[in-house]
């Protein structure tokens, strides 16, 4: 129920995005240290993006971004990513803090998306919509310390 939950407010979120992206979230720079990435792949292999989680220290904020690559690069279409705060380290209700970006007409990456999680977990997902197929990154969950 409770991943439902999150999907389903990713979900809204996606669908209700503002066309207008911010000058910071076009910098596309998240700052900190990378500290996990899972590709973006076609049903037939072809990697054609990342999704990265990136962790600050000094500040205690996590932040993610959606990256295109391959045959995907440069080529506009729907990209999404999504960073939230969870509740507590015993379950996966990660609703807090919730933060998205995701656009129809991107070329190059979505996000960057930041939440403040010092002592907390985190849930990130991304999209890209490539070739008439939604393709997702495998959700990064945990990195609960810090």
């Not at 933060?99 to 010092?118: E, I, S, T, W």
């Not at 977990?121 to 070739?131: K, L, M, Q, S, T």
Request: positive net charge; glycine residues 12%; hydrophobic residues 35%.
């Amino acid at each position: 129920m409770k991943r439902i939950f999150f999907w389903t407010i990713f979900a809204v979120a996606a669908l209700s995005a503002l066309p207008v992206a911010t000058a910071f979230a076009q910098s596309g720079q998240c700052g900190g240290n990378l500290i996990a990435h899972r590709p973006i792949t076609m049903p037939n292999g072809t990697r054609i993006g990342e999704l990265q989680l990136y962790y600050n220290p000094s500040n205690g904020r996590n932040c993610a971004r959606t990256v295109k690559g391959g045959p995907a690069w440069g080529v506009p279409s729907i990209t999404a990513v999504s960073l939230a705060r969870c509740r507590n380290r015993s379950d996966r209700e990660c609703g807090i803090d919730l933060r998205f970006d995701v656009q129809p007409y991107y070329r190059h990456f979505a996000g960057p998306v930041r939440v403040p999680a010092r002592n907390s977990c985190i849930r990130a997902a991304g999209y890209i919509d490539f070739r008439g197929g939604r393709h997702w990154a495998n959700t990064i969950y945990g990195h609960c310390g810090g």
